[in-house]
C-alpha cells in the first residue's frame, strides 16, 4: 500500500483480556519497528524487525507482550492479560532498510489507540 | 542515564522567533541522527536527517556535535505551523541493534501570534 496500515485504530478492552494489534507495512520495507507512547510521553521502543534477522525485543516491556511478523510482510503485536498500564498508542512504522542509512525513511502509521479499562 | 534526552519545554514564542532546541546522547558509538515532528495526536513525521557537517532545510538548521554527543534543532522566522513536539532520534551503534532507532522524549514548541 501507499503508507503504513494499522488495525484496529481504537481498541477498547477489560483488564485481564488479549489483544492483537496489526500492522502492514509499505510494500517492500524491510525494516518494521513497533513503538508504544503513553499520553503525554515519548516513543517507547518494543521490537525491531530487519529482514530475516532474528528481532530485537529488547524493549518489549514484559512476557505479556510479543510480536511477530511474516517474512516482510505484516506483523501483529500480541498483548496478554492487559493491565491498565498497557493503556497508549501502539506505532508501527518501517523503512526499506534498517534506517541507520540518511536515505531512508522512518514512516509510522497512524497508530493503534488501546484504552483498558 | 536515558539513552536520547532533550529538554521537554513547552517552548512559547512569538512568531518570528529564532528558537533552538538541543539533544544529547549516551552512546558515542551511534551512527545516524534524525529529528522528527509529530503534532499533537498524530504519528511522527521525519523532519530532517542530521548530518556531520551540518546541514539546512529553509528556516530549519541541524548540528551535530560528536564530541560532546549532542544535536541541535535551529527553527529560524518561527511559524505558528511550527507548533509541535520535536523528536530526537538516534541509532543504536552497528551490532545486532543496527538500525534500532531510540526516541527522545520531544521537545514541545508553541508559537503564538
Known amino acids: 500500500g501507499a503508507g503504513v496500515s494499522q488495525s484496529p485504530s481504537n481498541k477498547v478492552t477489560e483488564k485481564g483480556k488479549d489483544v492483537e494489534l496489526r500492522c502492514d507495512p509499505i510494500s517492500g520495507h524491510t525494516a518494521l519497528y513497533w513503538y508504544r507512547q503513553r499520553l503525554g510521553q515519548g516513543l517507547e521502543f518494543l521490537i525491531y524487525?530487519?529482514?530475516?534477522?532474528?528481532?530485537?525485543k529488547s524493549g518489549l516491556p514484559s512476557d505479556r507482550f510479543s510480536a511477530e511478523r511474516t517474512g516482510e510482510s505484516v506483523s501483529t503485536l500480541t498483548i496478554q492479560r492487559t493491565q491498565q498500564e498497557d493503556s497508549a498508542v501502539y506505532l508501527c512504522?518501517?523503512?526499506?532498510?534498517?534506517?541507520?542509512?540518511?536515505?531512508?525513511?522512518?514512516?509510522f502509521g497512524a497508530g493503534s489507540r488501546l484504552t483498558v479499562l | 542515564r536515558k539513552e536520547v534526552e532533550q529538554d521537554p519545554g513547552p517552548f512559547n514564542v512569538p512568531e518570528g522567533a529564532t528558537v533552538a532546541f538541543n539533544c544529547t546522547y549516551s552512546n558515542s558509538a551511534s551512527q545516524s541522527f534524525f529529528w522528527y515532528r509529530q503534532d499533537c495526536r498524530k504519528e511522527p513525521k521525519l523532519l530532517m536527517s542530521v548530518y556531520s557537517s551540518g546541514n539546512e532545510d529553509g528556516r530549519f538548521t541541524a548540528q551535530l556535535n560528536r564530541a560532546s554527543q549532542y544535536i541541535s534543532l535551529l527553527i529560524r522566522d518561527s511559524k505558528l505551523s511550527d507548533s509541535a513536539t520535536y523528536l530526537c532520534v538516534v541509532n543504536a551503534a552497528a551490532g545486532t541493534s543496527y538500525g534500532k532507532l531510540t526516541f527522545g522524549q520531544g521537545t514541545i514548541l508553541t508559537v503564538h501570534p
Open positions: 512504522a518501517s523503512s526499506r532498510q534498517g534506517a541507520a542509512s540518511g536515505a531512508n525513511v522512518l514512516t
Open positions: 524487525f530487519q529482514g530475516n534477522s532474528a528481532p530485537d
